[in-house]
């Protein structure tokens, strides 16, 4: 009994303090030790690849952290390579576009073979392995994020690994 209480007056001091920190969250004082910078996603991508086009069609695979205590969305991307990129999920071996993928707090969004992408259409020109394609991810909170995908070999799989 006593326990719930302290747990509740916690969570009234943390919404307080939430309240009044509200505006100066800019200064993104990335707080390693947590609990400081909740509200806020915090996102990382690592593991960014894009299998060597062989038509003029191309998928993206990352790895999105959320070390945040806030889930995000990746709502979007876009790419000087191509005018049409989308996300697509995988379901039954066959892909459809999604509007978003949830990433959720503390968590990841894992986008490999097999599985979810992003799709790139008509491509205006077709990287080769060793070249890079530069990609700006967008989200429902978060700032965007720019990455460099490696182009790999045609049937690079990291999984396989
Ligand atoms: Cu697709």
């Known amino acids: 009994m006593n326990r719930r209480t302290t747990t509740l007056s916690a969570a009234v001091a943390l919404a307080a303090a939430l309240a009044l920190t ?15 910078s909740a509200g806020r996603p ?28 806030t889930a995000d969305k990746l709502t979007s991307v876009t790419s000087g390579i191509s005018d049409d990129v989308t996300i697509h999920e995988t379901k039954n071996q066959k892909m459809q576009e999604v509007k978003s993928f949830d990433i959720p707090a503390n968590g990841e969004l894992k ?44 049937n690079h799989n990291p999984k396989q690994h």
């Open 22 to 36: 509200g505006c100066s969250s800019d200064s993104s004082s990335n707080g390693s030790s947590g609990g400081s």
């Open 111 to 154: 986008l490999e073979r097999g599985g979810n992408h992003i799709m790139f259409m008509e491509l205006k020109k077709q990287p080769k392995q060793g070249e890079k394609v530069g990609i700006e991810l967008h989200f429902e909170k978060s700032d965007p994020i720019k990455v460099e995908l490696p182009v790999e070999a045609p």
């Open 42 to 69: 915090e996102l990382k991508v690592s593991g960014a690849f894009m299998p060597q086009p062989v038509m003029d069609m191309a998928g993206g695979f990352l790895t999105i952290t959320n070390s945040g205590d």
